[in-house]
Every structure is written in structure tokens, then in C-alpha cells.
């Protein structure tokens, strides 16, 4: 486990602390859970990109072809 020091605002670090507490939590750990999320986030978005890069849009219109033109089932109405 690294350990480094945070240089954060004040109003920052307040806000995060009263968010640990509401959270019954460290501040400590409420931050490691904070970037997870973030780089969580971010690894989706890569991955994402990467899988419509390879996409193409004259395939999704021959899929999106093959639907049967029906009317949505009660409920399922826009």
C-alpha cells in the first residue's frame, strides 16, 4: 500500500470529511473509494470507445433490419 501526501482545498477537504462521516467512514477510505470510482469510470469509457471504434454502422442497419415491425407491447410505449 503507497502512502503520499494530498494537497487538497480546504473547502474540499471539509466537505469530503462531513461526506466520510455521513457515511460512517475514513476520510482515508472515502477518498481510495472515490478514485477507484473514478478509474472505474474511466476504464469503462476506454473500453467503450474501443468497442465502437470497431462498430459500424452499415451492420447495426442490417441487424436493426431484421426486427420485425411490430408495435410495442402495451407498456413498453414512448
Known sequence: ???FALRMP???H???KKLAQEDNTSLNQFIVMAVAE???A???EAFFKER?????TERFLEV???VP???PQRGDEL
Open 1 to 3: 500500500m503507497s502512502n
Open 10 to 12: 480546504e473547502s474540499l
Open 14 to 16: 471539509t466537505y469530503a
Open 38 to 40: 473514478k478509474v472505474s
Open 42 to 44: 474511466l476504464n469503462t
Open 52 to 56: 465502437a471504434a470497431r462498430g459500424s
Open 64 to 66: 436493426m433490419n431484421k
Open 69 to 71: 415491425d411490430h408495435p
